[in-house]
């Protein structure tokens, strides 16, 4: 009798025994993504910003981005460019995102400038004074051309060209040389100042200088001396 009650106890417990199942935790929500054309925007305001003060027509265009991009998206995205970068022609601006995910992406852009420069008009030969009647101004895209085109003429008459040039050739600044102010063997006045004291002295100059690059000299005592030289044989020694 004893029997047949602990086995009906036993199959009761069975059949009303309901395991634990262990909770599954609530799956993250996924991040939103970064809209591709957000970061055009970024970039593109950027690039007008930096390129507001150049003077002339100039036209920013971002280079396509990737649709397929799959970053979270960011709700302040900053431009920026790297230490040196050009922010005219075929250029490259990073966009970053430091919370709530940090990333960074590049974009190829490309910022056309165009404006008048200066050109020659006539061939010029090396170390020939460049006049004004052998320039003439021309329009183009500045972006193309290498760094330091003359815009001015001012920039460029009076000087010469440490190259020969062919006739429509735009002139680069660093290609130009001032008008010598100092010549080897000239005797100049030499001007030295300091705190509280400026004196004068003659003194023959070395070598050959143009306004505003240094150029030595030697004193009637032989004392060789380096100063700036200016227009009228003046070569300025500060101390």
């Known amino acids: 009798m004893k029997i047949h009650v602990i086995s009906a106890l036993l199959l009761a417990a069975q059949c009303c025994f309901v395991p634990k199942v262990a909770a599954q935790p609530a799956a993250a929500p996924a991040l939103a993504l970064q809209d591709p054309a957000v970061l055009k925007s ?81 061939p010029l030969a090396q170390g020939q004074t460049i006049e004004q009647s052998q320039l003439v101004l021309l329009r183009g895209d500045i972006s193309a051309m290498p760094n330091g085109i003359v815009t001015d003429m001012a920039q460029a008459v009076g000087r010469t060209s440490t190259v020969s040039l062919a006739s429509g050739t735009p002139l680069r600044l660093d290609t130009l040389r001032g008008k010598q102010v100092v010549q080897q063997g000239q005797l100049v006045r030499v001007v030295s100042s300091g705190n509280g004291f400026r004196v004068s002295a003659e003194a023959r100059a070395i070598g050959n200088a143009s306004d505003g690059q240094v150029v030595q000299v030697r004193t009637p005592a032989g004392a060789i001396l380096s100063g700036v030289a200016k227009a009228g044989g003046l070569v300025e020694v500060v101390f």
């Not at 002339?56 to 981005?65: D, K, L, R």
């Not at 022609?89 to 960074?104: D, I, L």
């Open 42 to 122: 970024v970039a593109e305001q950027f690039l007008q910003a930096q390129s507001a003060a150049l003077a002339g027509e100039v036209t920013v265009t971002v280079g396509p981005i990737n649709q397929r991009m799959s970053i979270a998206s960011c709700p302040a995205p900053q431009a920026f460019q790297q230490p040196g970068a050009r922010t005219w022609g075929k250029t490259t601006v990073g966009v970053r995102c430091t919370a709530p995910v940090a990333w960074t992406v590049y974009i190829q852009a490309q910022v056309s400038v165009v404006t008048e420069y200066v050109a020659t008009s006539v």
